[in-house]
C-alpha cells in the first residue's frame, strides 16, 4: 500500500453526474450527510432530467448532484464543480462544459463502449484521444470493479452493476476523508428486508473506500476543516421539506388543524408527500381532482377554521386565481405556496425561475391585493412558512409564499430550532355578537374591522347567533350585506388595499449589509438569489469594491424604510431570474432608477457573474459620482 | 315525521350537534334569513326555498351546524335566504369547497346548491370527483336547462336542437342527463324530484340528508323567463300521469295506472301495458342495489319527448364517505400516538434521523 499525502482545502465542489437509473442523487445525498456530519457547511443542488423515464444514456437522460462543502460559510451550490463524477459518457458530454480547466474527472470507463459514445456523437472515446488533456482524468472501470468486488455475491450481474453508484461513493469518501458510518446506517435501514442487497452494497461502498487506499492512481486524500457555525443542533433540509415543517410547526402553535388541499405539480409536490406522512400532528391532505379543486378545498376548510394552504406552481396558481380573488373579497386566511419553475406555460418544469412575482401580485381579476413572502435559501423556508401563516391569520387574507425550484430541492444544514422559542401566533375566532343595531340589539357583522389591523372577524360554523352569508359578490361594509352601492363598493376596495398596506406595520426594516458604511452601491435581491448575492458581494468586497447588499423577503407590502435605503445610494443594481419584475415594481412605487440584471436560464445565478456585474457598476458609479 | 336516529350507523347527520329536548323548537320561519329573495315571480326557486326550510326543522340540527354553499347562477342565491351559515362562493366549484369544509369540519350538515350550468357544465368536474369520493354532502342540483342568470343561453342539460340567444339555429350539443350521470360515477345516492310536488320533493330531501356519503338531489325547476314550460308535461296532473316513472324502493316500477317498467329478450327495460305483463319479467326496484346497474338502465328511461321521466330515488347504497376516513386515519394516528402531538414531538419531528451538532 502507499503512503498517501493529505492536502488540506478550503472548499471543494462536487458534481456526480450519470444516467437517471444511476442513483446519483442518493449518491449525493449520502455524501452530503456525511461531510454535515463532519462539520462542514455545505450547499447542494439536484438536477433532475424532466423526463422520467428518457433513454438511457442518452443527454436528456442525465441526473448530476451538485454539493459544494467547505472549512467557512457556503452561500450557493457552487458556481462550477472542482470535480466531476461521470458515470457515463452522456454525463461527462453534458457537463465537461461546466468545468474549469485543470478540474477533476473521475469516469466510468466500463460505459464508454462504442454504442454509448455514438449516443452522445462522440466517434472516439474522449478519454483517449487527448481531448482531456487539461483536466485531471482518473479513468477507472468502475462497474468491472464493483462486479469483481461482489463476485461472491449470490446475486445476478446486473444486480451487482447497480452498486457501482456505493463503489463510487465509497471511493470519494477515502478521498475526501469522509467516513461512511452514516451510509452504512443509511443502508441498513433502507435494504433491512433485502439482506442480500444490502450485504452487495456495503460490500462495494467498503471496495470503493479500500481501492482509493490501495491505487496509485490517487496519490493524494483531502482534508476539510470543519466550518465555524452557531452552535446547535443541525441537519439537512430541503426547502420543499422545511416549508412543509414551518407549516406544521405554525399550526401547532396556533393550536390549528393544518388542511392542504393539492394536486401534484413539479417542483411543488414534495410538500404534499411530506405533509401526507404527517397524520400524527393532525395533518389533512387532499389530493384532489385539480388545482382549482385544491385551492377550493382550502377555502372551505379555512371558512370552517382551518389552517388552509395550497401548494403549486406557476401554471396552477394560474388555475387558481380566481379562488384566490374569492378569498381576497371573503377574506379568509389562506397560504398559496407557489415553487416558481420556468415559464410560460409548462416551460422548464424541473427548472428554477422568480417569474412568478407579478402573478402573486397581481394576478387577479379586479384590485385584488394579497401579501407575498419570499424565502431566501432552504433552511429559510421554515422561517418564511410561519410568517405567511402569522401574516394570512392576524390579516384574513391569502398570502403567497414564493419559493421556487432551487430552494425546492436544494439543501443546507440547517441549525434545528428550539420549539420553546417559535413565534406565538394565536388565533381568535368570534364567539360573539360584535354590534348593536339600530333597535339597540346586538347583532354580529362579520364585516366590522379590527381598528388595528382592518382584519374581520373569523366567525366560523357552529357559533350560535352568528349565522351570516358571505360570497364573492360585493358586500356592505361592516354589514357584509350584498351591495352594489358605487361608493360602497369604492369604500371597500381603498379597505382591502389599506388591510394589506397595514401589514407593513409588523414587518422588520430592511437591513443594509455594508460593512465599509460608505458604499455608493446597493445590490438588492429577493428569494432564492440570496446566496449568489451574498457570495458575489464577498468576491467584490475582496477585490476592494464598496458595495452594499440587502434582501427583500416581504415583497408585498414592502419593509417600511424600502424607499428611503433605495435612495441612499448612488447606484441600485436588482438581480432577478425574470426580466426584471421585482425592479419594476420599485421604479412604480419608489420612483428610483434602479438597475435591472436578468437572467433566465433555468439555472441560479453564479456568484462570480454576479461579483463581474458588480465590479461593472463600480466603474461605472466611480466614473459619474467620484 | 321522522328524526334521524342519533345513534343510526350511516346517518348523514351523525356527528352533528343536535337541539336539545329544552331548545326550542324550530319552524320555518327559524331557517329564513332577512333578506328578500329576488328570483322573477315564478320562479321555481321559491318552490324549492320554501320547501326546504320547512323541512329542515325536522332534522332537528342546531341551525348554526348548517351550512349552505352554492355556486353561482339564480340558484345558487339561495344560501342568501336561509338564516344558517352559508357560501355563495364562485361558478362550479361549491362541491370543491364544500368537501374542504365537510372534511374539516364533522360537525357541520353541508348543502350544496347548484344549477345546471353551474354543476355540469364549468363545474362539471368537481361534481363527479364529489360524487366519486362519496364526501358527506348534499347536492341541490337546480335543473332548468337554460342559462337564466345570464338571460337565456342553451345549458348542458338544454334538449337538442333548442333554439336560445346563442343558439339561434338550434342547439347541436348533446345533453346530459345528471342522473345517468351521477350514477356512472357511482353515486351512492342519486334521486330526481320536481319544484311543485312539495310532498314528493321533502319525501326526497327527508332521505338525502339520512343519506351518509355525497347525495345528488336533481330538481326540476321552472324558469319562467328564459325556459317557461320546459316541464310542463311532467306537471300537467293529465299528462304526468302516463308519463312519470315511478321509483319506489322494493315495489314494481310504475308507469301511470296501467303500465309497468319490465325487462325485454335482451335484459333492456322497456315500458309495457302491466295487464298480461310477464310478471317475472317486471322490474322491482331496489335502491340498495350494490351493483348500479339497474338504476343506471332505469335514467336512461328519460327520453326527449318525456314520454318517460322516472322520478324518485335511483340509487341509495351505503358506502363510507371520503370524509369520515380521511377523518379516521388521522384519528387512528393521533390515538395511537397518544394523543394530540406535543411540542416534544413537533421536536422531534424538526430533528428527523441525522442530526449533528456544532459547538
Ligand atoms: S331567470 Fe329563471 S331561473 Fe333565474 S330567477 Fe328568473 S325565473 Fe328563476
Not at chain 1, 475526501?176 to 451510509?183: E, K, Q, S
Not at chain 1, 407590502?557 to 415594481?585: C, D, H, K, S, T
Not at chain 2, 344558517?84 to 372534511?103: D, F, K, N, Q, V
Request: with cysteine.
Amino acid at each position: 500500500m502507499s503512503i498517501k499525502r493529505v492536502e488540506r482545502l478550503d472548499s471543494v465542489v462536487i458534481r456526480f453526474a450519470g444516467d437517471s437509473g444511476d442513483g446519483m442523487q442518493l449518491t449525493g445525498d449520502r455524501f452530503t450527510s456525511e461531510t454535515a456530519a463532519l462539520g462542514n457547511d455545505l450547499s447542494t443542488l439536484p438536477n433532475y432530467p424532466a423526463e422520467i423515464r428518457a433513454p438511457a444514456g442518452t443527454i436528456l437522460g442525465v441526473s448530476s448532484f451538485q454539493l459544494h462543502f467547505a472549512d467557512h460559510h457556503v452561500l450557493t451550490p457552487g458556481d462550477a464543480p472542482d470535480v466531476l463524477v461521470a458515470m457515463n459518457p452522456a454525463a461527462l458530454r453534458a457537463n465537461l462544459g461546466d468545468l474549469p480547466r485543470g478540474g477533476t474527472i473521475i469516469v466510468n470507463t466500463d460505459e464508454f463502449t462504442k454504442r454509448n459514445l455514438a449516443k452522445v456523437k462522440y466517434a472516439v472515446s474522449p478519454v483517449e484521444d487527448g481531448s482531456l488533456d487539461g483536466y485531471h482524468v482518473h479513468p477507472l472501470a468502475l462497474t468491472s470493479l464493483t462486479v469483481d468486488a461482489l463476485a461472491d455475491f449470490p446475486l445476478s450481474r446486473k444486480d451487482k452493476e447497480r452498486s457501482k453508484n456505493m463503489f463510487a461513493l465509497g471511493l470519494l469518501s477515502w478521498l475526501y476523508t469522509r467516513p461512511t458510518t452514516g451510509t452504512e446506517q443509511f443502508l441498513k435501514s433502507k435494504f433491512g428486508s433485502k439482506p442480500d442487497i444490502l450485504e452487495a452494497n456495503l460490500a462495494a461502498l467498503n471496495a470503493g473506500f479500500n481501492y482509493g487506499e490501495t491505487t496509485e492512481d490517487f496519490a493524494v486524500t483531502y482534508e476539510i476543516a470543519p466550518a465555524e457555525m452557531r452552535a446547535g443542533t443541525y441537519r439537512n433540509i430541503t426547502g420543499n421539506t422545511a416549508v412543509a415543517y414551518g407549516l406544521v410547526a405554525a399550526a401547532h402553535l396556533a393550536g390549528l388543524p393544518l388542511v392542504l388541499g393539492a394536486y401534484p405539480i413539479t417542483p411543488a409536490t414534495d410538500i404534499l408527500h411530506v405533509l401526507s406522512k404527517l397524520k400524527r400532528f393532525g395533518v389533512t391532505t387532499m389530493q384532489v381532482e385539480d388545482e382549482i379543486a385544491a385551492v377550493g378545498a382550502a377555502i372551505g376548510a379555512s371558512y370552517g377554521g382551518a389552517l388552509a394552504v395550497t401548494p403549486t406552481s406557476g401554471p396552477g396558481v394560474a388555475l387558481k386565481s380566481e379562488a384566490i380573488g374569492l378569498a381576497v373579497t371573503m377574506e379568509l386566511p389562506l397560504v398559496i405556496i407557489d415553487v416558481q419553475r420556468g415559464g410560460p406555460s409548462t416551460g422548464l418544469p424541473t427548472k428554477t425561475e422568480q417569474s412568478d412575482l407579478l402573478q402573486a401580485m397581481f394576478g387577479r381579476n379586479g384590485e385584488s391585493p394579497v401579501a407575498v413572502v419570499a424565502p431566501q435559501s432552504p433552511g429559510d423556508c421554515f422561517d418564511a412558512a410561519i410568517e405567511a401563516v402569522r401574516i394570512a391569520t392576524t390579516y384574513r387574507t391569502p398570502v403567497f409564499l414564493l419559493s421556487d425550484g432551487y430552494l425546492a430541492n436544494g439543501s443546507e444544514p440547517w441549525c434545528i430550532p428550539d420549539v420553546a422559542r417559535l413565534p406565538h401566533n394565536p388565533v381568535i375566532f368570534a364567539t360573539e355578537p360584535n354590534d348593536v343595531d339600530a333597535n339597540g340589539d346586538w347583532v354580529f357583522h362579520p364585516f366590522l374591522r379590527d381598528p388595528e389591523t382592518l382584519a374581520r372577524p373569523w366567525a366560523i360554523p357552529g357559533v350560535a347567533g352568528l349565522e351570516h352569508r358571505i360570497g364573492g359578490i360585493e358586500k356592505a361594509d361592516v354589514t357584509g350585506d350584498l351591495s352594489y352601492d358605487p361608493d360602497n363598493h369604492d369604500k371597500m376596495t381603498r379597505l382591502r388595499q389599506a388591510k394589506i398596506d397595514g401589514i407593513a406595520k409588523t414587518i422588520p426594516n430592511l437591513v443594509v449589509d455594508d460593512p465599509s458604511g460608505d458604499a455608493d452601491l446597493l445590490i438588492l435581491g429577493w428569494g432564492s438569489t440570496y446566496g449568489p448575492i451574498a457570495e458575489a458581494t464577498r468576491l467584490a468586497r475582496q477585490d476592494g469594491i464598496h458595495v452594499a447588499r440587502a434582501h427583500v423577503r416581504h415583497l408585498n407590502p414592502f419593509p417600511p424604510n424600502l424607499g428611503e435605503v433605495l435612495r441612499a445610494y448612488g447606484r441600485v443594481i436588482v438581480p432577478e431570474m425574470n426580466l426584471g419584475q421585482l425592479a419594476m415594481m420599485l421604479r412604480a412605487k419608489y420612483l428610483v432608477d434602479v438597475q435591472s440584471y436578468t437572467r433566465v436560464r433555468g439555472l441560479p445565478f453564479t456568484s462570480v457573474e454576479l461579483a463581474s456585474v458588480l465590479t461593472e457598476a463600480n466603474v461605472n458609479l466611480s466614473g459619474v459620482t467620484r | 315525521m321522522t328524526i334521524v336516529n342519533l345513534g343510526m350507523p350511516g346517518a348523514g347527520t351523525l356527528g352533528v350537534p343536535h337541539l336539545l329536548d329544552e331548545d326550542p323548537k324550530q319552524s320555518k320561519k327559524d331557517f329564513s334569513s332577512d333578506m328578500e329573495p329576488r328570483w322573477c315571480a315564478g320562479c321555481g326557486d321559491y318552490s324549492i326555498l320554501a320547501a326546504v326550510q320547512g323541512f329542515l326543522p325536522e332534522l332537528g340540527l342546531k341551525r348554526e351546524n348548517i351550512v349552505f354553499v352554492s355556486g353561482i347562477g339564480c340558484s345558487s342565491r339561495f344560501p342568501f335566504y336561509m338564516n344558517t351559515y352559508g357560501m355563495h362562493s364562485i361558478h362550479g366549484r361549491a362541491p370543491a369547497i364544500a368537501t374542504g369544509l365537510a372534511t374539516a369540519r364533522e360537525d357541520l350538515s353541508v348543502w350544496v346548491v347548484t344549477g345546471d350550468g353551474d354543476a355540469l357544465s364549468i363545474g362539471g368536474n368537481h361534481l363527479i370527483h364529489a360524487i366519486r369520493r362519496n364526501v358527506n354532502l348534499k347536492i341541490l342540483l337546480f335543473n332548468n336547462r337554460i342559462y337564466g342568470l345570464t338571460k337565456g343561453q342553451y345549458s348542458p342539460t338544454s334538449e337538442l336542437g333548442k333554439v336560445t340567444k346563442s343558439s339561434p339555429f338550434g342547439s347541436v350539443d348533446r345533453p346530459f342527463n345528471p342522473a345517468s350521470l351521477a350514477l356512472g360515477a357511482e353515486a351512492t345516492f342519486v334521486a330526481r324530484t320536481m319544484d311543485t310536488d312539495r310532498k314528493h320533493l321533502t319525501t326526497v330531501l327527508r332521505a338525502a340528508a339520512e343519506h351518509r356519503g355525497t347525495a345528488l338531489v336533481e330538481i326540476y325547476q321552472n324558469c319562467p323567463i328564459f325556459n317557461d314550460g320546459a316541464f310542463e308535461l311532467i306537471k300537467d296532473r293529465e299528462q304526468a300521469e302516463a308519463r312519470i316513472v315511478h321509483l319506489i324502493d322494493g315495489e314494481p316500477v310504475r308507469v301511470g295506472a296501467d303500465k309497468v317498467v319490465a325487462r325485454d329478450d335482451s335484459g333492456n327495460l322497456a315500458v309495457v301495458a302491466a295487464k298480461g305483463a310477464d310478471l317475472s319479467r317486471v322490474v322491482i326496484h331496489d335502491a340498495g342495489a350494490d351493483d348500479p346497474s339497474l338504476a343506471f338502465q332505469l335514467s336512461r328511461l328519460e327520453d326527449p319527448t318525456m314520454a318517460h321521466m322516472p322520478m324518485g330515488i335511483f340509487r341509495n347504497v351505503s358506502r363510507p364517505s371520503y370524509d369520515d376516513q380521511v377523518r379516521a386515519q388521522i384519528g387512528e394516528v393521533v390515538t395511537k400516538a397518544g394523543g394530540p402531538a406535543t411540542d416534544l414531538d413537533l421536536s422531534g419531528l424538526l430533528h428527523g434521523k441525522d442530526t449533528w451538532n456544532v459547538g
